[in-house]
């Protein structure tokens, strides 16, 4: 499904932050698209087709066990673009990227997206600053998987969501999250019940609503700080 033709307003961080001459180079060759919930934009180890810069909603990037055991490395919302492994010359996806919560895109086929990539200018500063941010997502996911309680992760996990989609209402089952985390749902369960006595959060069918986000933050890890302040640093870039 595809969305009216946009003005010079993106609500991509990386879009919004190029100077309008770099943008228009690229503006001919950015079709807008919508991703429904569920959707897997790329399978691991696909040829990349497209790049995404996201507008609103978020995608995930996660990888998978050969017996189909699934974890979340990452989460891409406005500040960001699937298909980076395209700056380095690799036309091949390392994860499964799959749209978490319903979004609005811009896709761009490589060659153009390389093309201004390659002219240095700030396209190439932020997309390069993008990367390291990605990449200390994807250590810190890895850290707090394994140090950091359920609860805490959650916690993080339902902050960064919320943040990604600007809303405090986030429609995901528990059979969702368990997946993201890559534990138990009833690992999850247990938790969002804690949370939910706690009056943080209010979970009823599929959907849930953080209730009171200043305790939500003082029960997550450091690791939603951290990157937190990632993405926000795209805004001064």
């Not at 995608?59 to 980076?84: C, D, K, Y």
């Not at 993008?130 to 250590?139: A, K």
């Not at 209010?202 to 200043?214: C, H, L, M």
Request: proline share 3%.
């Amino acid at each position: 499904m595809s969305l009216p033709s946009m003005a010079y307003a993106p609500r991509n961080r990386i879009l919004a932050a190029l100077p309008r001459q770099e943008y228009e180079r690229l503006r001919p060759h950015l079709e807008s698209v919508h991703l429904k919930k569920g959707q897997i934009i790329s399978q691991a180890g696909d040829p990349v087709r497209h790049a995404y810069f996201t507008e609103s909603g978020m995608l995930s990037l996660l990888s998978m066990t050969g017996r189909g055991e699934i974890v979340e490395v990452a989460m891409v919302g406005n500040e960001g673009l699937v298909g980076i492994s395209l700056i380095f010359n690799v036309n091949v996806s390392p994860f499964q990227s799959t749209v978490q919560l319903s979004a609005d895109a811009h896709r761009i086929r490589p060659e153009p997206l390389l093309e201004e990539f390659r002219r240095l200018g700030k396209l190439h500063d932020l997309l390069l600053k993008y990367t390291h941010g990605l990449l200390t997502q994807i250590t810190q996911s890895a850290l707090c998987n394994r140090f950091h309680t359920i609860e805490e992760r959650l916690c993080r996990w339902l902050l960064t969501a919320s943040d990604r989609t600007k809303s405090n209402t986030l429609e995901l089952t528990q059979e969702c999250i368990s997946e993201m985390l890559g534990i138990r749902r009833t690992g999850v369960t247990k938790a969002a019940c804690a949370l939910q006595d706690a009056g943080l959060i209010r979970y009823r069918r599929a959907k849930i609503t953080i209730t009171d986000r200043q305790k939500l933050e003082q029960g997550a890890c450091e690791c939603y700080r951290i990157l937190r302040k990632k993405v926000d640093d795209l805004r001064t870039a």
